[in-house]
């Protein structure tokens, strides 16, 4: 059996009805836009997950990309950002600042994004002021402007990369550590450090201030504490941040945890 052959069908319609050869085109580029396509992660109304649109430019069907592959490499950012659900809401926009040197933190963090020469922002000392929130506001806000950007909580990852030392993983894991265009470091050296550790701080960190690619850090301790660990990355994160760090006093008023 011979199958039936979509344009001529939709063909003899038009021409049943007298339509003119633009409306038969329209009819054939409307026939393409209803077509379902495999893309998944997010459902486009627009192309039906196809990544194209069809569209009749001078009696031809042309193609252009559909506004939703922007969207869906943004989504794949944030899939390997490492920055989940919960944090996604934390913005910029969102951080309250009451009182004058949270404003200046928030100041700060949005003069940043706005600065490409940047090499670095830190919030240094202070437990629980909003730090994480500041920080995390930045990755998102570049993220939003599809600039790639990896959240890497310290300790979970430094587990996971000594745990994988020995596997193919690895120098995957490190090189996009070192590579990403920026990398937020949450909480460094929280809990007890050894050599291992410094020196996989060191090696990222050090990789990134040779090649300018930029970092974001929070620590609860501040750079001289962290120049008593090591002085080599103190220095580093001390000269790649200039401006950009802030050392938050220890204050228990600025404590957001425990108002709350
Ligand atoms: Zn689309």
Redesign the pocket.
């Known amino acids: 059996m011979v199958k039936p052959n979509i344009w001529e069908f939709i063909g003899q319609g038009a021409k049943m009805n007298g339509c003119d050869p633009a409306a038969y085109e329209q009819a054939r580029v409307d026939v393409l836009n209803a077509l379902p396509g495999k893309l998944t992660g997010y459902d486009?109304p627009?192309?039906k997950?196809?990544?194209a649109?069809y569209v009749l430019r001078e009696m031809e069907i042309v193609s252009r990309p559909?506004?939703?592959?922007t969207v869906r490499q943004v989504n794949a950012m944030l899939e390997k950002s490492g920055v989940s659900e919960a944090l996604k809401q934390k913005t910029l926009g969102n951080f309250i600042a009451k009182k004058g040197w949270q404003q200046t933190i928030l100041e700060k963090a949005n003069a940043f994004i706005e600065d490409d020469s940047a090499l670095g922002f830190a919030l240094l000392g202070q437990v629980g002021c909003g730090k994480t929130h500041i920080c995390i506001g930045i990755v998102n806000a570049l993220l939003a402007k599809g600039i790639p950007a990896m959240y890497m909580p310290y300790r979970e990852e430094i587990s996971v990369l000594k745990k994988t030392q020995l596997d193919e993983s690895f120098g995957e894991r490190m090189d996009w550590l070192k590579r990403v265009k920026y990398l937020y470091i949450d909480d460094l050296f929280k809990g007890k450090i050894n050599d291992s550790d410094i020196s996989l701080m060191f090696e990222i960190i050090n990789d990134r201030y040779l090649n300018n690619r930029p970092i974001l850090v929070s620590c609860e301790k501040n750079i001289d504490e962290l120049r008593e660990i090591d002085e080599a990355i103190a220095s580093r994160i001390y000269e790649m941040c200039g401006k950009y760090r802030i050392n938050i006093a220890r204050d228990d008023m600025k404590n957001q945890r425990m108002k709350s």
């Open positions: 486009c627009i192309c997950n196809k990544g649109v559909c506004e939703c592959l």
